[in-house]
């Protein structure tokens, strides 16, 4: 039997890398003979460098940056044997390890550093993974480290990118910016939100960003912004990272489906053609999982007949897959403390069942 093992990272517990090994030793302690290949997948978020590295001839590139309240850190983008670039949102100044969380104050001008890093290192071309923000400042940091000037009533540059100075800006000068190279920008991103509104990028993701309880006080500091740059704000995926999905809209990037362009690029597209089964999962498999994620994608390539899921949690329908392991079902509150024993027991429990 030919296994192919693509998951997700498990958000807060496992990499994509550390659940795949997981589930592979948990397989093969029932199934020691079947061939099994692992393929860590991302969907654009958290651990999309790590899903890009495993491509032969990969190099990552130190770059310093600073997080999203600020401090300098050492960050990272990566440049494909084609000479693309990829940087990831989530490793500059995301949402992991922020605490506290600053709703008002935080900010994306580590990512358009790590970006600026790569353009002026000269990459034909850019794939840029939104997921795992902290922010909701509509992309003002990263413009402002790629170039653009935020000027407030006196004509002075705003030094300061959160989301609570939005409303100080009253022109974006874009005149000097760094702008993508000649092959293009493309935004990997599972989220078809639009910039505004009951499903927008505040009223929809505010709230675990810190920002319960000031969602308006965010929405309108989106929309003044917004106004100022230009742009439709219902295009799908504008209200992506907090708003950087409609910032770099505004400069030029096209945003696709992270999970589908991560697959293609990782070999996942071509090895699934072949294989008997295709174990996939995620933290949390819910609604939300049809539209755009690792889950969704792994379906559409392999069919719900070829497709086994071991995921945190399951709170949505399962009946057509193959197979599917929840951890809290199998261990509860070890599902959390000890995520990468239950992902291996979780594989052992799958391979059993396709005695």
Not at 57 to 81: M, Q
Not at 265 to 277: H, P, Q, Y
Not at 339 to 346: I, K, R, S, V
Request: negative net charge.
């Amino acid at each position: 039997m030919k296994v192919i093992v693509a998951p997700d990272s498990f958000k807060g517990t496992l990499t994509a890398a550390r659940a795949a090994e997981a589930l592979v030793a948990g397989w093969r302690s029932a199934r020691p003979t079947d061939e099994v290949i692992t393929i860590p997948m991302a969907d654009g978020g958290e651990g999309t460098l790590d899903a890009f590295q495993a491509v032969p001839g990969a190099v990552r590139v130190p770059v310093e940056v600073v997080d999203a309240v600020g401090r300098p850190k050492t960050s990272s983008w990566l440049r494909l044997p084609d000479g693309t670039g990829v940087v990831e949102l989530a490793d500059a100044c995301g949402i992991q390890g922020l605490d506290p969380l600053a709703p008002r104050d935080a900010h994306t001008a580590g990512f358009g550093m790590a970006i600026r890093a790569a353009v002026e290192a000269r990459v034909p071309k850019l794939m840029l993974a939104i997921g795992g923000s902290a922010s909701t400042d509509c992309g003002a940091g990263m413009l402002a480290a790629l170039g653009a000037r935020l000027l407030d009533a006196s004509g002075h540059e705003i030094s300061s990118y959160g989301n609570a100075t939005l409303g100080q800006v009253t022109e974006v000068d874009m005149s000097r910016m760094v702008w993508p190279p000649m092959g293009g920008a493309l935004v990997l991103s599972d989220v078809t939100n639009p910039l505004l509104g009951r499903d927008g990028a505040a009223m929809v993701f505010g709230r675990q960003k810190g920002g319960r309880g000031i969602l308006d006080e965010l929405e309108s500091n989106v929309d003044w912004f917004a106004t100022l740059l230009g742009g439709d704000t219902d295009a799908p995926g504008a209200g992506a990272a907090g708003g950087v999905g409609f910032a770099l809209r505004r400069w030029g990037a096209t945003i696709t489906s992270g999970a589908s362009t991560v697959a293609a690029a990782v070999g996942l597209v071509e090895a699934v053609r072949d294989a008997d089964l295709v174990v996939t999962g995620e933290g949390r498999f819910d609604r939300q999982s049809a539209d755009g994620k690792t889950v969704s994608v792994v379906r559409d390539l392999a069919g719900d007949d070829r497709v086994a899921l071991v995921a945190g949690k399951i709170t949505a329908p399962v009946d057509s897959l193959a197979a599917a392991v929840s951890l809290s079902d199998l261990g509860g509150e070890r599902a959390l403390t000890s995520a990468e024993e239950m992902a291996a027991e979780a594989g052992r429990v799958l391979a059993e069942r396709f005695d």
